[in-house]
């Protein structure tokens, strides 16, 4: 999911299924709201994004 993609979500409410894997192998997932999106940059190009996510639902956690 691209950034411009993220914003129009946040904007618009809509609740998503997103899925989390992280570097050990567990996987978080369920239904979310975004409720913050920020993105920031400096003059090397290095772009920063960040969002905030409020659990909509079930949410399903997967051990590695």
């Known amino acids: 999911v691209g950034s411009p993609l993220f914003a129009k979500m946040m904007f618009a409410g809509s609740i998503n299924n997103y899925r989390f894997i ?5 996987i978080v ?3 979310f709201l ?13 772009e920063v994004y960040s969002i905030s996510l409020e ?10």
């Open 29 to 31: 997932s369920g239904p």
């Open 34 to 46: 975004i409720t913050s999106y920020q993105r920031s940059g400096n003059v090397t190009g290095t």
């Open 22 to 26: 992280f570097s050990n192998g567990d």
């Open 55 to 64: 659990s909509a639902g079930a949410i399903i956690f997967t051990a590695a």
